[in-house]
């Protein structure tokens, strides 16, 4: 695990934890009669997925820590779970300020919980960047169809956070692959790649009311989830070795 900086990833989560984010109440604004049919049930839905004690995680990163005397991955796993918290509680703020009722339970977020359950920390991981690599586009969606100022900051909170957690996750998940046979990372990304087009399929026709309204029809929604996916996922061509290599011009 050596090509991963933890303690720099660890500060990130860090010094967010301590300057935690919170949408100000300026701008104001209210949500019309409009947006709210379109978005009241679809914001519900994520935020009733933002929402988790995060149990099953810490015990993967706790066992996945202790094996590669890694400390630091533990404490970095506890922050970002705070963090999904945090946004559960915002999107709950903004909710009961525009008394959106919270829902309880959704088939949904049960399968995603189930399937977190069955193995290790690279399951949970592929499971995880899954839904917030699909939830990057919904957020920005979500601020495409709204005309509330509010909505649109909190959004643009969740998408900057969501990012990082892309990042630091996605390095993580490639980094565990990297100590993988070549034929068997091969099979990992064929079989990541089907379940990722499958969740974001799910997640639009769940929420195609409010993409359609922000202008996604389902090509174009599954286009803009698979683009967040090559970026963070697909393998790379270029040397990591040393990023900043010119391409070769053939003999001088």
């Not at 690599?133 to 509330?148: D, K």
């Not at 490639?174 to 100590?179: F, N, V």
């Not at 993409?211 to 996916?229: D, H, I, N, V």
Request: one cysteine or more; aromatic letters at 8%; proline letters at 4%.
């Amino acid at each position: 695990m050596a090509s991963i900086d933890f303690e720099i990833w660890l500060n990130h989560f860090e010094h967010h934890s301590a300057h935690a984010r919170c949408v100000p109440r300026e701008p104001a604004g209210r949500l019309t009669l409009g947006d709210r049919q379109h978005i009241a049930s679809s914001i519900a839905t994520f935020q009733l997925g933002e929402q988790s004690d995060g149990h099953g995680l810490r015990e993967a990163a706790r066992r996945f820590a202790s094996a590669c005397a890694s400390p630091a991955v533990e404490r970095i796993f506890e922050l970002l779970i705070r963090e999904e918290q945090r946004h559960a509680a915002l999107l709950l703020d903004y909710m009961q300020e525009h008394r959106i009722p919270p829902k309880r339970t959704d088939w949904t977020d049960r399968s995603f919980r189930r399937l977190r359950r069955l193995a290790g920390l690279e399951l949970y991981l592929q499971v995880l960047i899954s839904a917030e690599l699909t939830g990057i586009v919904y957020y920005r969606a979500l601020e495409a169809a709204t005309t509330c100022p509010r909505l649109k900051a909190l959004c643009r909170i969740l998408v900057c956070d969501e990012l990082a957690h892309v990042g630091f996750e996605s390095q993580l998940l490639l980094t565990m692959r990297g100590c993988r046979a070549a034929p068997q990372r091969a099979l990992l990304r064929w079989a990541h790649r089907a379940f990722f087009l499958g969740t974001a399929s799910v997640v639009y026709s769940t929420h195609r009311a409010l993409l359609r309204r922000a202008g996604y029809g389902a090509r174009g929604f599954l286009r803009a989830c698979l683009s967040g996916y090559a970026f963070y996922l697909d393998p790379v061509k270029a040397s990591l070795a040393n990023p900043l290599r010119q391409p070769s011009r053939g003999p001088a």
